[in-house]
């Protein structure tokens, strides 16, 4: 059994890369994830909102977050989700992984 | 183990699963409001907003799918996928399925026989209802705690106790049936009317007894079976109200009792009649002191302990005492609940027959572990390649698993038609020892431990060579090209063999000691001689019982002499009261030269036979002192009595009884005055085995007298109408039954009144007093020659491979010179080092387990050593002859062909 994969537009692996990133900062509920997201890349990366929770579900069927229910500020019951340890340790690796990639292409596109 | 982790979150997902839906519709409605919120605080109208938000969100049923999908279709997709490979693996080596399959089918097949056999027996509850409120009663006696209750007593427990709904008597009746074409005699019963209403059986036609049928001066009424009702009366819609005669008592039938009503304890079993046992005519049935053979049955009130329940009774009956101080001064019952009854001292044995099955099913899984080790070796190219290829090791483990549990699946499904066919077979060999024996079957709860052990033994005997294998290093295999020695998996087959040594030496050691204790209870001397002896029931004419004691005399002397010229007879008695390993019958009783202790409660007993002279050729009981019974000793002589040898010792210590007088209660007489009848002792006879081979000398009750069948009281004398029981012993050359059936056939052409039945060999009688031993031999000793064999074959296995991976080193030592007797001596030494650690490990988990076993064993200690040297020695010889075979081909290897593998 592999790992689960993404299929989103983005580089394979890329969302659930950013959802761990972002949940370095702290315990979020999916909005605020999105939100972040959108901020954080100057509002150039927009996620597709409703693939953020097949790719959530996923994440936390691998392990690498956890999800709980907690009170939004609006006082509205949501669920609020952190990294795991093993989270952490993927996260590392995607990185890394992505910063070879990404690398390659910049070379191989003259953009070194 | 990530893996294990995702199934274990999958699994959670699966059992909460609507609830985990309605959860994430939740998390995105709060996503999809706050997306609306933010749009309305930037200036849309709420309405637009909230269809802007779902536009933007996508279908939200769709995202739910998708969920849906991640958790649990990938997974069903993965499991499918190896279930498909893992069946084309197996079909493409088919010797080795088969020999998997079949290995396992044996160990699963034979603990699904066992656990059905336990099911049955243990664990389902009685076909009663309220089963767990019914209790069964006795009346403790000195030398019984299941003594039997006197009725008066009975009926003052009845109406003193707070603790029970209800309770019922039931004892033995006399069934035999006239008027209704042949006479015959037919199992019968006395009960209460509140017998069959505490069982929860209700007639199928007609009515249970009433208060008004069950006390004395009642019309007389019975119940029949169903079989009786078809056989008899031809299943009539209007048997009710009819007519039949029992006993010589015409009675009228209130009801049919449905043939599912079955119950077999001490006491009881189910019957053909059942009478009022309130309604009996003897009155000296209702005196105080009279103990008639009679248990009870009790329906404990919802939520009364069993605990509650012996309180309150010693409350009554500590009532009871001081009212009647006389016959009841320390008055005590015994309540153990019906099923304890019923199942008795089988508990133990077949708790360790489930144990001793659970092993050899163990032997059975390390077998097939070691089959799928060796197996591995070959396959280790192509786990390599697809390794190579991306598989994850977790999901190489789960593919492995998932063909060790198809395995295992394959195995159950054949070995419930080895069960099946197990249980028959078992319940065939010792039919008796086994109560609810017609309880016994495959039914759901059996198939679901059958499901759960095939599953259980596949993940058991796969997981080992799953992770080894998956764990290999690629490099190294596909390098190698599949011939390596894995070191550490030689260790893993080692550990293997050594486990399955152990495991068999522990059923060895089990068998080993249940031999011993059947070879200690056959050397039992039963003080008579059981060959060539037939035991069988006469009920004369019912009639007989009205006629004087006089011409009762005179048929029972003709009755003899009748018998006596039937051909091929040596030997022959009539006998009555306590029956040899049968029944018992006791009298209370004091010596001359002691004064009779003040209350009858506290005389002591002894069990009393009512014999003829011959009785002692018969049974081949030796005369010590004295003389036995003559003809002359009848109805006008000196009453005389012949005691054992055990009542001399303990009641005339250092004294010649011979000629002293016993004097034994004389029930007789009215209820008001204790007489006693003073017997003069004539003789000493050898002491004989009442209670069966096993529990004789356990039982505080030894003294046995001896009374001349025509001295018989006359009140008594007449209860030879009820039936009496015939002893007689044949010429050598006849065998049993045909001797019974010439003796039957003169009897009846003498008198066709008569009902001549229920023979029985004495020797059949003395192997039914172990018959629980001989069924723990049978099952044992099956069960430790099938570990005995599935180990001889792990270890041949195991070595024949290590053999085979070392030809080349075995090429190069012989190649370097040495000889043949090195090369066996080599191969040799590593089987007998895996052998004599298992037998260490066995010895400590034997001197660990046996003990569970000690109630099952006799003349024998749990660690008996003899048996410990015995089996040690035959496991390793046994072990050595499977190590020698392979050990043997190493002998031969030829060097040149070995060398040139490399």
Not at chain 1, 95 to 106: D, E, M, N
Request: glycine residues 8%; neutral net charge; contains cysteine.
């Amino acid at each position: 059994m592999g790992t689960e994969k993404s299929k989103s537009d983005l580089l394979p692996g890329t969302l659930d890369m950013l959802v761990l990133k972002t949940l370095t900062r702290g315990h979020f509920h999916g909005y605020a994830i999105a939100q972040l997201i959108q901020q954080l890349s100057d509002d150039l990366l927009r996620v597709e909102e409703g693939s953020l929770y097949p790719a959530l579900q996923r994440l936390e069927l691998n392990g690498w977050i956890e999800g709980e229910w907690g009170t939004s500020a609006n006082n509205r019951r949501a669920r609020f989700y952190k990294l795991t340890p093993d989270g952490r340790k993927h996260l590392t690796e995607e990185s890394a992984r992505y910063r070879q990639v990404t690398g390659a292409v910049a070379r191989i596109m003259g953009f070194a | 183990m990530r893996s294990w982790k995702r199934l274990w979150l999958r699994l959670r997902y699966l059992a909460q699963h609507s609830q985990r839906q309605r959860l994430l519709w939740e998390e995105m409605d709060f996503h999809i409001e706050s997306m609306t919120q933010d749009l309305v605080r930037e200036g849309m109208p709420e309405r637009e907003a909230h269809a802007a938000a779902h536009r933007k969100f996508g279908n939200m049923t769709r995202k739910s799918e998708e969920v849906h999908t991640i958790w649990i279709a990938q997974w069903v997709d993965d499991a499918s996928q190896d279930l498909r490979y893992a069946l084309r693996m197996l079909a493409k080596s088919p010797g080795f399925t088969a020999v998997a399959v079949l290995t396992l089918a044996l160990g699963i097949g034979a603990n699904t026989a066992i656990f059905s056999v336990v099911n049955g027996v243990l664990i389902s509850p009685l076909p009663f209802r309220n089963a767990d409120r019914i209790v069964s009663m006795f009346q403790e006696m000195p030398d019984f705690p299941e003594g039997s209750i006197s009725y008066p007593n009975f009926l003052d427990w009845q109406r003193d106790n707070r603790s029970f709904e209800s309770m019922a008597a039931y004892r033995w009746a006399n069934g035999t049936i006239t008027g209704v074409g042949q006479p015959e005699n037919l199992p019968a019963r006395c009960i209460s009317a509140t017998f069959f209403p505490i069982l929860g059986v209700n007639p199928i036609l007609g009515r249970n007894f009433n208060a008004t049928d069950d006390r004395r001066g009642a019309d007389p009424s019975v119940l029949i079976s169903e079989g009786l009702w078809q056989r008899k009366f031809g299943s009539d819609p209007n048997v009710v109200g009819k007519r039949l005669v029992v006993g010589g008592t015409g009675r009228t039938i209130v009801g049919v009792i449905p043939a599912s009503f079955r119950l077999k304890i001490w006491n009881f079993r189910t019957a053909d009649l059942y009478l009022p046992i309130g309604e009996e005519h003897d009155e000296r049935f209702f005196k105080r002191d009279a103990h008639w053979g009679m248990d009870a049955l009790a329906l404990m009130k919802p939520g009364v302990t069993l605990d509650q329940a012996r309180k309150d009774m010693a409350r009554v009956n500590a009532g009871l005492a001081a009212a009647y101080p006389d016959v009841n001064a320390g008055l005590k019952s015994t309540i153990i609940t019906l099923k304890d009854e019923i199942v008795g001292e089988m508990r133990p044995v077949l708790l360790v027959l489930l144990g001793a099955i659970g092993f050899v099913l163990m032997i059975a899984c390390v077998n097939v572990a070691n089959l799928l080790l060796a197996r591995s070796t070959s396959r280790q190219r192509e786990f390599a390649i697809r390794v190579a290829l991306g598989a994850g090791r977790a999901r190489m483990t789960m593919q492995l698993l998932t063909e060790s549990v198809v395995l295992a699946v394959l195995g159950g499904g054949l070995g419930l038609v080895i069960a099946k066919w197990g249980i028959a077979a078992a319940l065939a060999v010792v039919p008796r020892a086994l109560p609810r024996a017609e309880e016994i079957g495959l039914d759901g709860r059996v198939l679901l431990f059958t499901f759960a052990v095939s599953i259980l033994a596949g993940i058991l005997f796969g997981l080992a060579p799953a992770l080894k294998s998956a764990s290999r290093n690629i490099g190294e295999s596909l390098k190698d090209g599949g011939r390596s020695i894995s070191g550490s998996r030689s260790r893993t087959q080692a550990t293997f063999v050594i486990g399955e040594m152990a495991m068999a030496f522990v059923l060895l050691i089990g068998a080993g000691l249940m031999i011993r204790t059947l070879l200690e209870l056959w050397r039992v001397d039963p003080g008579f001689n059981p060959h060539h002896v037939v035991s069988f029931g006469i009920n004369p004419a019912p009639m007989l019982a009205e006629q004087s004691p006089d011409s009762i005399r005179a048929f029972l002397r003709q009755l003899r002499s009748s018998m006596r010229s039937v051909p091929g007879t040596e030997y022959v008695s009539l006998e009555w009261g306590a029956q040899l390993m049968q029944s018992d019958s006791e009298t209370g009783f004091w010596v001359e030269g002691q004064t009779p202790p003040a209350r009858q409660a506290d005389l002591p007993l002894t069990l009393e036979y009512l014999v003829e002279p011959e009785y002692l050729q018969v049974m081949r009981i030796p005369l010590l002192r004295g003389r036995f019974f003559t003809d002359a000793d009848d109805e006008h002589s000196t009453p005389v009595v012949v005691i054992d040898s055990a009542f001399a010792q303990k009641y005339f210590a250092g004294e010649d009884p011979v000629g002293k007088d016993v004097n034994i209660l004389d029930y007789d007489t009215d209820a008001s005055r204790r007489s006693f009848l003073p017997l003069q002792v004539v003789g000493v006879v050898g002491h004989v085995n009442q209670f069966g081979l096993a529990d004789d000398a356990k039982s505080s009750l030894q003294a046995q007298i001896y009374l001349p069948f025509l001295q018989t009281p006359e009140m008594r004398v007449k209860s030879v109408a009820l039936g009496i029981s015939v002893f007689a012993r044949y010429r050598p050359s006849l065998n049993a039954e045909s001797f019974f059936q010439t003796m039957r056939k003169q009897l009846l052409a003498n008198n066709g009144d008569m009902i001549v039945s229920d023979d029985e060999s004495e020797e059949e009688v003395v192997a039914r007093s172990i018959a629980s031993q001989r069924f723990s031999v049978t099952l044992l000793g099956t069960f430790a020659a099938l570990a005995l064999l599935l180990a001889s074959v792990g270890i041949y296995g195991v070595l024949s491979y290590l053999v085979g991976q070392r030809t080349q080193e075995i090429g190069v030592r012989m190649a370097l010179g040495a000889r043949h007797f090195d090369v066996l001596r080599l191969v040799l030494a590593d089987g007998a080092r895996m052998m004599l650690m298992g037998i260490a490990i066995g010895v400590l988990a034997a001197l660990g387990l046996t003990r569970w076993m000690a109630s099952m064993l006799f003349g024998v200690t749990p660690t008996d050593p003899l048996t410990f040297a015995v089996v040690a020695v035959v496991l390793c010889g046994i072990g050595l002859c499977a190590c020698y075979v392979p050990a043997h081909r190493a002998m031969h290897v030829d060097p040149i062909l070995a060398l040139r593998h490399e």
